[in-house]
């Protein structure tokens, strides 16, 4: 189903981006070799209770964490462990916030001291990616149209897009619809009508597209496992323009690339 929010609505889920925004800012100022994955996912839980709110993901079909913690060729989907980050790692971070009954939902890919200068490119033309996505979500265009856009600009530069795991509109659920593919074709799909609410969120693969399931039933990796990278952010369409409702501003004041 896909609901499209009143003015009062999307100021609570804005209200909801803003704790999320701030609580990744916290996480990524946390980010260094030897940090385990598991206090990232106690301060982000703490930050999140702290104002009011609760971590969207904790408990959503069983999920055992506040963030989803991915590192190298984990796609999405990870756990936060006693796994310590070691220099060269990328940790994809993803949250959610449920705030006066709305969820937001951003995440942010991070590289770890060193990286190469392969990944890092992947890491920058992912997050590229989700700007460009967001440049045609706007009023009157379809999905298909922000789609087909991810698609180009990852494929052009030899990524390879995820295909089974896909954005999503978000309101009084976290999942709603419709699905937003990082692929399509252009001029297909639901059209993008004031009110709309959706989570963009670009997995990108250094190497070929395909993914598996961990035997815990939650974690996706690669294939191949070369890394994987995801971002994401929550945007509302109005009829004369795109609102980016999360926001990675606190995080890009700590973690410059
Ligand atoms: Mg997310
Ligand atoms: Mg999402």
Partial sequence: MIFYKTEEEIQKIRESADI???AHGEIAKLIKPGVKTKDLDKVAEEFI????????FKGYNGFPATLCISVNEVVVHGFPSEYELKDGDIISVDCGVFYQGFHSDSAY?????????ETLSLLKATKE??????????????IGDLAYAIQK???DRGYSV???????????????GPEVPNYGKRGRGPKLNEGLVIAIEPMVNLGARQIVQES?????????????????????IFKDRT????SHQYIEEVVKF
């Fill in 162 to 176: 995820v295909r089974e795991l896909v954005g999503h509109g978000l309101g009084r659920s976290l999942h709603e």
């Fill in 153 to 155: 600009y990852v494929e």
């Fill in 20 to 22: 999320l925004a701030r």
């Fill in 109 to 117: 890919t991070y590289p770890v001291g060193d990286i190469s200068p």
């Fill in 49 to 56: 209770a702290d104002h009011g709110a609760t971590g969207s």
């Fill in 129 to 142: 990616s989700l700007y460009v996505g967001i440049e045609e979500a706007r009023f009157g265009n379809r």
């Fill in 243 to 246: 609102e980016i409702l999360t």
């Fill in 216 to 236: 815990d039933g939650w974690t996706i990796r690669t294939r191949d496992r070369k890394p994987s990278a995801h971002f994401e952010h929550t945007v509302a």
